[in-house]
């Protein structure tokens, strides 16, 4: 067995594997394809890692948190389009998406008014500006609310719906 660590200032890999108390060695066994030498040098930040890796560990570590900052933190295309989620409650996250929705059901027809001719002018792209920022800000909490959905899952805080059962 492992011994415990007692490094501080853990990376969000090291964090996400203890919580689930596997050892490097439990880890890699569990993981299939990723050594225990490629977890602690992954750990320690000397190497890092892949995308089917921290595929793999998130779900092995039952922490789908770990994609997003993957993508948000270390991958150069994610840096600079994804945007990191933060993990909130279910009630902050519906709260966040009425309040932005207020403001948009707000601002409809001047965005309309805006983007009927197809061209943005001068004197609308402030305007057009807000609202393009509220549309992100929409989109934020939806991913954190997919996001919050996914862990809750694996949590077994609301149960599975069979795809069968699914409807779109």
């Known amino acids: 067995m492992g011994r415990k660590s007692t490094k501080e200032n853990k990376n969000i890999y090291q964090l996400s594997r203890e919580d689930v108390a596997l050892t490097?060695?439990?880890?890699?066994?569990?993981?299939?394809?990723?050594?225990?030498?490629?977890?602690?040098?992954?750990?320690?930040?000397?190497?890092?890692?892949?995308?089917?890796?921290i595929l793999a560990m998130a779900d092995c570590y039952k922490k789908p948190t770990l994609c997003n900052y993957y993508c948000s933190h270390e991958c150069p295309i994610g840096q600079?389009?994804?945007?990191?989620?933060?993990?909130?409650?279910?009630?902050?996250?519906?709260?966040e998406v009425l309040a932005t929705l207020n403001s948009l059901d707000k601002e409809k027809n001047r965005f309309i008014e805006i983007t009927v001719d197809g061209i943005i002018s001068a004197d609308e792209i402030k305007d057009f500006q807000r609202i393009n920022s509220h549309l992100s800000e929409i989109s934020e909490t939806v991913s954190s609310l997919k996001l919050w959905i996914e862990q809750a899952m694996i949590d077994n805080k609301i149960a599975h719906v069979p795809a069968d059962e699914q409807t779109n």
């Open 80 to 95: 600079k389009h994804i945007p990191e989620i933060k993990v909130k409650d279910l009630s902050q996250i519906t709260l």
């Open 24 to 53: 490097r060695d439990a880890a890699a066994e569990a993981l299939g394809f990723i050594s225990a030498d490629r977890i602690e040098k992954i750990e320690n930040e000397k190497t890092m890692p892949h995308p089917d890796e």
